[in-house]
Every structure is written in C-alpha cells, then in structure tokens.
C-alpha cells in the first residue's frame, strides 16, 4: 500500500514559470524530509493549466513524520512568505488518497491518465474486481494501472482508476487499440454498470 497526497495548484496567467521554481523549491525540501515528491502539469482534461505536487509515502507513519519534519523547514516558511508577498496561484489540498491495487512505480512514467469514477463504498471491492481483468487487457500495449481511494477528501465515494504511459505518443497508439478492442470496451461497460465515471484528466511528469 502507499498512501499518496495531492496538492494541486491553478497558476496566475503569466506567473507559470515562478510557480514551477516554487514547486520545485518545495518537492526539494518535502523530498529531504521522506517524500517521494513528483511535478505533473494537466494538460488535457479536467484541470488543464493545473500543476500537481504529488508525495508518495509507505505508510501514514511515515506520512505523517516527513510532513512535520518539511512543515518545519525553514526554506518550505520561506516559501509561503515569499506566495502571501507575490502570490503565483492558488493551491488546494493536500488531499490524502491510499492505493488499494497495483504497485506504484518508484520511478514516475512521463504520461499518466486518471479516470474517476462515483463507486459507492459498499461497491468498492465489486469495482476492485475488474482489477486484474484491465491489468491482463492493457499489459501487452506496455500500460500499467492502479486504483486509489480518498482518506481525507471531498468526496470519499471516488475511485481512481490511473493508467501509465511513457510518452504521448505511447498514450495515442495504446488508446487507438483500447478504443477498437472490444473486450476492453466490455470491460469499460462492467465498470460503468458498477460505477459513474465522473472526470478525467491526463498529466505530464515536469
């Protein structure tokens, strides 16, 4: 299991670049402190222009030890002095999400797609199910999946379905022969029948 939180961040047109060295500064400090911190901009999909700081932990121990251990950093206080003088965007979360299938990779793909769908927590483990079936149908296009679930969020009732690519090109050639297979397309309605997909957003490794 790795627990996984979520800040996302919605840059003022014109400050992108100082937001990233932000960004940057921050998951430098996080990633001293035990997180394994990753940068995704959106760019297609729900969020697009978004920026994404991602930390990935083994456990909420360890979660909760590096969040204090960076929240006492002095350059992660320099940082938000310096956004309360010149504010580059606005930020939400963290959200806090645990992973429930699949491993997720140490090393980040440059590519990833979120597909999150309503599932009603007595419906979780129906959904978790098709699981293995998706891994079986999307292996041999080299596309890796897992799902996660909220811990402290908005909604508690979504489920995300992630899917891995190493390139957008990579991402184009696997969904042209996802969209024409029709076992996966079957699959897709098990999933629909179960759950409500909701939104989905595809980001990219910066």
Same mark, same amino acid.
């Given at each position: ?28 400090? +996080? ?9 995704? %901009? ?38 938000? +002095? ?44 129906? +959904? %978790?199910?098709?699981?293995?079936? %998706? ?22 009732? %979504?489920? *995300? ?22 076992? *996966? ?22």
């Amino acid at each position: 299991m790795n627990i996984i939180t979520v800040r996302e961040m919605t840059p003022i047109i014109g400050k992108e670049t100082l937001m990233e060295e932000r960004l940057r500064r921050a998951a430098g400090v +996080m990633s001293r402190h035990g997180a394994a911190s990753r940068i995704y %901009l959106t760019i297609a999909g729900t969020g697009a222009g978004n920026y994404l700081l991602i930390n990935l932990y083994n456990s909420f121990s360890d979660g909760s030890v590096a969040f204090q251990k960076y929240g006492n950093d002095p350059e992660y206080k320099k940082l938000f +002095m310096e956004r309360a003088i010149n504010p580059s965007g606005n930020m939400s979360g963290p959200d806090i999400y645990r992973s429930v299938y699949g491993d997720i990779p140490k090393s980040p793909s440059s590519i990833m797609v979120n597909r999150v769908y309503h599932v009603p927590r007595g419906k979780q483990q129906e +959904m %978790l199910a098709l699981a293995p079936d %998706l891994d079986a149908l999307v292996k041999d296009l080299d596309v890796t999946t897992s799902a996660v679930v909220p811990v402290m969020s908005e909604d508690h009732e %979504l489920m *995300f379905i992630n899917y891995r690519f190493s390139s957008l090109e990579h991402w184009g050639t696997a969904v042209d022969k996802m969209s024409s297979s029709s076992n *996966f397309q079957s699959l897709v309605t098990k999933g629909n029948e179960i759950g409500t997909l909701k939104w989905s957003r595809m980001i990219k490794i910066i």
